[in-house]
Structures are given as structure tokens and as C-alpha cells.
């Protein structure tokens, strides 16, 4: 029953070329096993932790000094949340780099957006729990840039804020959405992407030019188990206990607890939104907080369709992705490292 | 060669697919719409749009050139040296932070991104778009109530937009 239900994962016999790390670099399999890891220590953090402004703080100062391993806990869930959105972001970049977004998995690749989607919410809906003065602002000021959008920029605001301010009704809303829905939604959506690579016929081998030329018979075939098993499990592992040594040896940040009356020197939005915040300093608002992202989106969407050379995407397709890829990497290094109180440009050192 | 569109009839499996897809999609529909009609009436607690008026003391307690913090309405009571109240948001039009009134410069100074406002609530240095939200004032015998439920959005300021209490007491 159980390895009938594997099955569709993962075949009995495999190509021995699959066994290449380089050809994958295990991201994609390292942001499930994050995914995974992120569901237990959160179903954990969830036995402590109480939805509501004030005790929302004091329960996660409760967790990170009563409770055992508490501490170790809520920093695992912590760092983890935030190298799942890198590590997500370097999947991505390697499946194009591989040319592996064309028919037939190109579903599979928009399924990937939705996930990479979904894993920022979570981050994002995370970030305001522990209710300090850091999520606080943070968050505040990411729910802002969305007043920016046309038309509907105000009310969205308001909605999910539940008012004004940031209050109780946001934290609910925030719970509600990172213990319920995206959980939910991640699992489903992850059993879907790996079938769906399964049923593509696993990793893509080589861009898919030589793939159609090489004769399927004279390739080498390894069995699953204990070939590819051994080499997962042992992946998974190295990066458990990476995870694991970073928590034990980094505190997450806990600051004093939110004061709506008081917003802190040098307060940033959320890491991933600076490139966002970056931009509003140089375009007109409705750009930066609006038309680019969209465009960013359909573009990343509409790329398994358009300018496809030999299996290959285009110079065009290929120059606009890094081109993009490289602007929203230096602004949002910039955003972070480079802006110190008042926006002001610093050196970080 | 012209092709000849004959009409295909739909086979049996074929409407029941559609049949169930389309009923998918209604019911997706209903738990869409019921969930954001649940959360729009749920949460409206704090919701602005109503009255929501607040005393804040007395006429005589913000003599002119002050400038008061009321926590209850997050907001700031200014009298000006000319004469004339305004009820000033602390929320920054950039970004939401809050910003506070620094007493040496006499003006408001966002710690976020540097914007600053004069005590009119004017822009004085971007990135702000526009001018602090205002509040509707008004004077009850002695007393200042501020109306914390309607901010008014504004993209500068005019003289218009004072209050005086010598109007309508
Ligand atoms: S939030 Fe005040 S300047 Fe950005």
C-alpha cells in the first residue's frame, strides 16, 4: 500500500544520470523537506502560542523561556521561514537556468510560482505574530505600500488590517490564514508539483534539445532503492542539522513589545519586500508597488509559452530574466544592507 | 480546401465532465463569496465611516501654538499661532509609521523614511504624497470633541481646513 502510494513519486528504476547533484542541487527537494520541518515545529510553536495583541508577545516570550526547547523551536521555525524563501528563489532560478519549464511541464511550472507565492504569505503572515515592535512596523509598513495601488489600494488596505491600525483583527486574520490556509494549500499544491514531475519523467536530464536525441535504451538505470534513497536521506540530513546548528547557535529577533504610538528608528518592511520598498524611493508609487509587480508575475507566468529557441529560451526571454533577477537582487540588497534611519544611504560595515 | 464544420454532438461522459466541473466552480464560488461576506460583516468592528466623537477637554487647555498628543484618537490637536484648530493623524501618509511632533524644530518628523510635516500637517520634505489625514472638529460650549471615526483625506493644506471655535459657540 505504501509503496504503491511512493510509486507516484518516485519510479522503481531510475536513469543513473538523475543521480547528478549538480543537475538539481537538491533545491527543490530541500524547500520540501523545509515545507515539512516548518509544519512540525509550527504545529508545535501553535500548542503555545495565543492569537491576541497583548498575549500574543507575552506567549512567545512564555515559549522562548518556560517552555522546553522552546527557544531552539521558535528559532528553527524562524530562520527556516526565511531561507525557505531563498531557497525557493534559487530553485526557481535553477529550473530556468535548466531550460525544465517546457511542454510537458510547463503546468508544473506555473504550480511552482503558486507555491514560491505561497511560501512568501506564509513568511509574511508569520512576521507579525510574535506582535513586537519589529513585526509590528514591519508589517505596517508592507500593508501601507498596498494604498498605493489604484482604485483598490485603500479598501484592500483596510481589509486586511481590519481597520486603521494594525490591531487584533489583523493578528486573527494573520493567524488564521499562516495555521490554516497555507498549510493547507502548500500540502496540496506540493503532492501536485512532485506527481507532476513524476509524471513528466522525473528531473530533466539535459535541456531538452539533446533529451529527444539521446536514445532512451542506452541509458545506464539504477534502481530507486537504495541508490537515489540513500543519497536523499543523506542530503536531508546535512540539512536538517544546518538548520538545526544555525537555530541553536542565533536567537530569533524579539524586541520590545508593539507600541502603536511609537514606530522605532530605521523600521524596513519585510527583507523580501525591500526591493519593493527600494523602488518606491525612484518610480512613481503605482509602479513600484503595483505595475512591476504585476508585470514581474505574468512575465515569470507567461515564459514556458513565449520565445522558445531549440528547447532553449531565447537571448530576449533570457536577457529580460536575469536582467529582472539581477535589478531585484541589487535593490533588495541595497533595501536592506544599504538604508540606514531616515532611508538615508549607509555603509553596513 | 474549405473545411466543413459539422457540429460534434457531446457524448454522454463528456457533459457529465463539464457537468462537475461546472459544479465545481459554483461551489468554489460560494465558499469564496460566503467567506468574504463573513469577513467583510464579521470585522467591522473597527471600521471607520461612523461617527466616533471623543471630548478631549477643554478650549483652554491648548492655548495657541501648542500641540497635543490624544492617544485615545491617535491624533494630534494643534492650535495655531494665527488662530484656528486642526485634529492632525500621526499615521504618515508614506508608509503608516507614526510619527511624532519634535518640539526644538516645531514640526513633524517621520522616523521612517524622513518625511516631515509642518504643524499645518503640510508636506515640507518628501517621500509623503500628501498631508496628514485631518479629523472633523468641533466646539461644544467649552469643549473640543473630535469626531476620530472620519479621517479626511487631503492633499495639502488650506485655510479652510481650520476649525474656530468662535464661529459656532
Ligand atoms: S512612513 Fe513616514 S516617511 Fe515613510
Redesign the pocket.
Same mark, same amino acid.
Given at each position: 500500500m505504501t509503496s504503491h502510494f511512493l510509486l507516484h513519486f518516485r519510479p522503481k528504476r531510475i536513469p543513473k544520470d538523475a543521480l547528478r547533484f549538480t543537475l538539481t542541487w537538491g533545491l527543490g527537494g530541500m524547500a520540501a523537506l523545509m515545507i515539512v520541518q516548518q509544519l512540525f515545529s509550527g504545529v508545535l510553536l501553535g500548542f503555545f502560542y495565543e492569537p491576541h495583541p497583548v498575549q500574543a508577545y507575552e506567549s512567545v516570550q512564555h515559549i522562548q523561556s518556560k517552555v522546553f526547547l522552546g527557544q531552539l523551536l521558535r528559532n528553527l521555525h524562524h530562520w527556516t521561514g526565511h531561507a525557505l524563501v531563498i531557497v525557493v528563489f534559487l530553485h526557481m532560478l535553477r529550473v530556468f537556468v535548466s531550460a525544465a519549464f517546457y511542454p510537458p511541464r510547463h503546468w508544473n511550472w506555473l504550480v511552482g510560482l503558486g507555491l514560491g507565492l505561497l511560501v512568501l504569505i506564509a513568511n509574511f503572515s508569520g512576521y507579525l505574530l510574535p506582535w513586537d515592535q519589529l513585526s509590528y512596523w514591519a508589517v505596517t509598513?508592507a500593508i501601507?505600500m498596498l494604498g498605493y495601488i489604484p482604485v483598490l489600494g485603500m479598501g484592500l488596505q483596510n481589509i486586511i488590517r481590519g481597520g486603521e491600525e494594525l490591531g487584533a483583527a489583523t493578528l486573527q486574520l494573520f493567524y488564521t490564514i499562516h495555521t490554516t490556509l497555507i498549510p493547507l494549500a502548500l500540502a496540496l499544491l506540493m503532492v501536485y508539483h512532485f506527481w507532476f514531475v513524476r509524471r513528466a519523467g522525473g528531473v530533466l536530464l539535459s535541456p531538452a534539445k539533446k533529451e529527444n536525441t539521446v536514445e532512451t535504451t542506452k541509458r545506464e538505470y539504477v534502481s530507486f532503492a537504495p541508490e537515489l534513497l540513500v543519497r536523499e536521506i543523506a542530503f536531508a540530513a546535512m540539512v536538517s542539522c544546518a538548520l538545526l546548528l544555525f537555530s541553536m547557535l542565533v536567537n530569533a529577533p524579539l524586541g520590545n513589545i508593539a507600541n502603536p504610538a511609537l514606530t522605532p528608528a530605521a523600521v524596513k518592511a519585510p527583507w523580501y519586500f525591500l526591493g519593493a520598498q527600494e523602488l518606491l524611493l525612484h518610480v512613481p508609487a503605482v509602479f513600484a508597488v503595483f505595475v512591476v509587480p504585476l508585470v514581474l508575475v505574468l512575465f515569470l507566468g507567461l515564459i514556458p509559452f513565449v520565445g522558445q529557441k531549440n528547447g532553449e529560451p531565447s537571448p530576449l526571454v533570457k536577457f529580460l530574466f536575469y536582467g529582472t533577477l539581477a535589478l531585484l537582487v541589487g535593490l533588495t540588497i541595497t533595501g536592506i544592507w544599504f538604508r540606514g534611519p531616515g532611508m538615508q544611504l549607509v555603509w553596513p560595515w | 480546401m474549405a473545411m466543413v464544420k459539422t457540429p460534434q454532438p457531446t457524448s454522454r461522459r463528456g457533459f457529465l465532465t463539464r457537468l462537475w466541473i461546472g459544479l465545481g466552480v459554483v461551489a468554489f464560488l460560494q465558499i469564496l463569496a460566503t467567506t468574504v461576506l463573513s469577513l467583510l460583516s464579521g470585522r467591522k468592528r473597527s471600521q471607520t465611516g461612523q461617527d466616533q466623537i471623543i471630548e478631549v477637554g477643554k478650549l483652554s487647555d491648548f492655548p495657541p501654538g501648542s500641540v497635543t498628543f490624544i492617544a485615545l484618537g491617535h491624533l494630534y490637536l494643534c492650535h495655531l499661532d494665527t488662530g484656528g484648530f486642526l485634529a492632525i493623524s500621526r499615521k504618515?501618509t508614506?508608509?503608516? /509609521?507614526a510619527?511624532p511632533w519634535v518640539t526644538e524644530r516645531k514640526q513633524f518628523e /517621520?522616523p /521612517?523614511? $524622513?518625511?516631515v510635516f509642518d504643524i499645518t500637517g503640510k508636506v515640507l520634505k518628501s517621500? $509623503?504624497p500628501r498631508a496628514l489625514d485631518l479629523y472633523p472638529i468641533s466646539f461644544k460650549r467649552n469643549q473640543v470633541t473630535i469626531n476620530i471615526g472620519k479621517s479626511i483625506k487631503r492633499s495639502t493644506f488650506k485655510t479652510e481646513q481650520l476649525a474656530h471655535p468662535q464661529e459656532l459657540s
Open positions: 509598513i501601507s | 504618515c508614506h508608509l503608516g /509609521c510619527i /517621520c /521612517c523614511h $524622513a518625511s517621500p $509623503a
